[in-house]
T-cell receptor, first 114, second 115 residues
Framework: DTAVSQTPKYLVTQMGNDKSIKCEQN?????MYWYKQDSKKFLKIMFS???????INETVPNRFSPKSPDKAHLNLHINSLELGDSAVYFC?????????????FGDGTRLSIL | GDSVTQMEGPVTLSEEAFLTINCTYT??????LFWYVQYPGEGLQLLLK?????DKGSNKGFEATYRKETTSFHLEKGSVQVSDSAVYFC??????????????FGTGTQLKVEL
């Protein structure tokens, strides 16, 4: 059973398009995250939701909009895609947001902008 | 702000060699420290963690000790295997003033183990 699942695994699209990435976790966690991993493997947090409430919103362009319909899902919608958006996007979840809580990651969505 | 510095890779070792990957951090609060591992084409998996000074995290033969005095959390393994080939990330987690907990990652160190 996949704990944190993301779809699609690969996403190839043209510049200027709008796309969404979906994330679901079946761990019963109440906090979910989106991270971006660039071509040099550097990981940076983008957003975090706790019980459907936004609690972390890093400096991310307004073209990126997370949506959490319930605490098991956190989707990422991206408008007007740009070349610089090419990256691997990881969803993660944790039980609460205490500093010792480990985060569980999905396998990533590789976004390529043509 | 918080930051994590880890040694650049790739690190190439022969099977059964001793592994050390250095990690140091700066943090405004009292962070928890983690090592995550990423195998090719996969997401990150928690390898081990430590939540307070002098704690030792261990898993699958890997160990790391939280050293507050040197702000370090070096990863070690006594005898590596080919299956340990992956990218290893050091990370810290701290509570944010407005609520929430975010992981700050190092740049990752690629480990290649050869027969």
């Amino acid at each position: 059973d996949t704990a944190v699942s993301q779809t699609p695994k690969y996403l190839v699209t043209q510049m200027g398009n709008d796309k969404s990435i979906k994330c679901e976790q079946n761990l019963g966690h109440d906090t979910m995250y989106w991270y971006k991993q660039d071509s040099k493997k550097f990981l940076k947090i983008m957003f975090s939701y706790n019980n459907k409430e936004l609690i972390i919103n890093e400096t991310v362009p307004n073209r990126f909009s997370p949506k959490s319909p319930d605490k098991a899902h956190l989707n990422l919608h991206i408008n007007s895609l740009e070349l610089g958006d090419s990256a691997v996007y990881f969803c993660a979840s944790s039980q609460g947001y205490g500093r010792g809580q480990p985060q569980h990651f999905g396998d990533g969505t590789r976004l390529s902008i043509l | 702000g918080d930051s994590v510095t880890q040694m650049e890779g790739p690190v190439t070792l022969s099977e059964e060699a001793f592994l050390t990957i250095n990690c140091t951090y700066t943090a405004t609060g009292y962070p928890s420290l983690f090592w995550y591992v990423q195998y090719p084409g996969e997401g990150l998996q928690l390898l081990l963690k430590a939540t307070k000074a002098d704690d030792k995290g261990s898993n699958k033969g890997f160990e790391a000790t939280y050293r507050k005095e040197t702000t370090s959390f070096h990863l070690e393994k006594g005898s590596v295997q080919v299956s340990d080939s992956a990218v290893y990330f050091c990370a810290l987690s701290d509570i944010l003033t407005g609520g929430g907990n975010k992981l700050t990652f190092g740049t990752g160190t690629q480990l290649k183990v050869e027969l």
